[in-house]
């Protein structure tokens, strides 16, 4: 395929010192890289047996110590022994009475109930302050 020849512009724009300058610093980058890559990176290319070969002696097996009986682990508890899993009521053929359904089962409204003082969110805390009613709403 041959090449177009320049226009005078596009020669003009064209400043080959500059080029050959950015040639020049690639090559001599390049250089470095290689001259440096053995002293930076010669770790990737040593064998893995070579690098998990250590001098180190081998480690003697720790003795077994006997635990006091306080520090023992205990032998797992089956989940069946301390939680109860009760069979849920028959489930309601209409969407509204999904709202609330297990919690007219007296069995499993346990975690529904609350021993707690309901309070309103508006003003409760301002009326134990002893806030006036003014600056509550």
Known sequence: ????PL???AAERMNLVAQDEIWKYRLKAETEARQN??????FLATPLE???????EPLTPKPKIELPERFRIRPVTPVEKYIKILPS??????T?????WRAGVPG???GLAHAFEIRSCKGAYAKEL???EQGIH
């Open 37 to 42: 890559w053995a002293q930076n990176w010669g």
């Open 108 to 110: 499993l409204s346990k």
């Open 96 to 100: 509204q009475g999904f709202i609330g």
């Open 89 to 94: 009521p028959p489930v309601p053929k209409t």
């Open 7 to 9: 226009s005078t512009a």
């Open 1 to 4: 395929m041959t090449q177009k």
């Open 50 to 56: 070579e690098l998990l070969k250590g001098d180190e």
């Open 130 to 132: 002893g806030w006036p």
